[in-house]
Nanobody, 117 residues
């Protein structure tokens, strides 16, 4: 059974830091691109960051550059998102995603992050 389980969400003050983690199981994690997306109330889900299967290439949305860092541990099948200097507009449900060209995408159930001003 394929699973992506996010953890680490919660309430943080503006300027604070938070680290999200996603644990994968049920598929060959090391072959998949992984990423983080978020969805704020009343808005569509948007891309935050991604990382290639080997971890060598990362991409970030403009809103995440210089503040967020994505990393992965293929041995433990996890992908993390370190978020620094949080802003109220970062408030959203954050989702972990796994993608490979020849199969469907997998998504986690999401974890709520709230940034108080």
């Amino acid at each position: 059974q394929v699973q992506l389980v996010e953890s680490g969400g919660g309430l943080v003050q503006t300027g604070g830091s938070l680290r999200l983690s996603c644990a994968a199981s049920g598929f060959t994690f090391g072959l998949y691109h992984t990423g983080w997306y978020r969805q704020a109330p009343g808005r569509e889900r948007e891309f935050v960051a991604s990382i290639t299967p080997g971890g060598g290439i990362t991409k970030y949305a403009d809103s995440a550059k210089d503040r967020f860092t994505i990393s992965r541990d293929n041995a433990n099948k996890t992908v993390d998102l370190e978020m620094n200097n949080r802003k109220p507009e970062d408030t959203a449900v954050y989702y972990c995603q796994a993608h490979v060209a020849w199969s469907r995408d997998y998504w986690g159930q999401g974890t709520q992050v709230t940034v108080s001003s």
